[in-house]
């Protein structure tokens, strides 16, 4: 199992515990290590050296290599954990069923990138 897909798994696993306290940023971290993961093996894999850019960076390159789409998916996914994994004093956690949302997103792009 690659880290990516352990990320994600251990994401469900409190997605679907739902305890009390910090779950939800925990969770959103998860999933953003994921996606993280996802993008470096995938350069790795494609074009050396692309890993070591930043995750912005990674994402508009993908427009190039695995199109429009692809790039768009992983733009909305990034975006959506940058701001659930940001705490403001006055804004809600994220919800279950946004995080479900975005693990969703996650595993698609995963999915889209390993293949």
Sequence with gaps: MTRSAQYLTDADGLLRTGEQGLWPRATAFLIRLALESCLDD???RVQPGVERCDTR???LCLTHYRGQETSRLAARAWAGLSRACHYHGYELSPTASE????HNEVG?????LSS
Excluded at 99 to 102: E, F, P, S, V, W
Excluded at 108 to 112: E, F, G, M, V
């Design 42 to 44: 995938y350069w790795r």
């Design 57 to 59: 960076t990674q994402i």
């Design 99 to 102: 995080l479900r949302a975005l």
């Design 108 to 112: 698609a792009l995963l999915s889209r």
